[in-house]
C-alpha cells in the first residue's frame, strides 16, 4: 500500500508519509522498495535543500536496526549540509 502511495502521489508531502512507512517497515520487500523510492526522492527534489532535510530526517529517524550505520553513511552523502 506504501509503494502505491509513493507511486500515486501527486504532491510532497503524500510521497514523504509513504517513504517514512516504507523506510520503517521490516518487510525486506518493503526495504527494497524503500531504497529505490528514496534515491527517487532523492533525485526528484535534491535542488531543494528544505526538502532533502526532510529526506535526511526521515532516513536517521528509522526505528530499525541499523539506522546509526545510515547516518553515518549520509553523513558523507552530498545532500547533508553539517552547517544547515
Known amino acids: 500500500a ?9 504532491n510532497m508531502t503524500d510521497k514523504i508519509a509513504a ?8 518487510s525486506a520487500s518493503a526495504q527494497t522498495i524503500a531504497e529505490k523510492s528514496l534515491a527517487d526522492f532523492y533525485e526528484t ?6 526538502v532533502v532535510n526532510q529526506w ?7 526505528q530499525l536496526p541499523g539506522t546509526l550505520a545510515r547516518v553515518k553513511k549520509l553523513l558523507q552523502h552530498p545532500g547533508y ?4
Do not use: F, I
Open 2 to 10: 506504501a509503494a502505491n502511495q509513493y507511486q500515486v502521489a501527486n
Open 19 to 26: 517513504l517514512t512507512q516504507l523506510v520503517n517497515s521490516e
Open 45 to 50: 527534489w535534491k535542488n531543494e535543500t528544505l
Open 56 to 62: 535526511l530526517v526521515l532516513q536517521a529517524s528509522c
Open 81 to 84: 549540509d553539517g552547517r544547515n
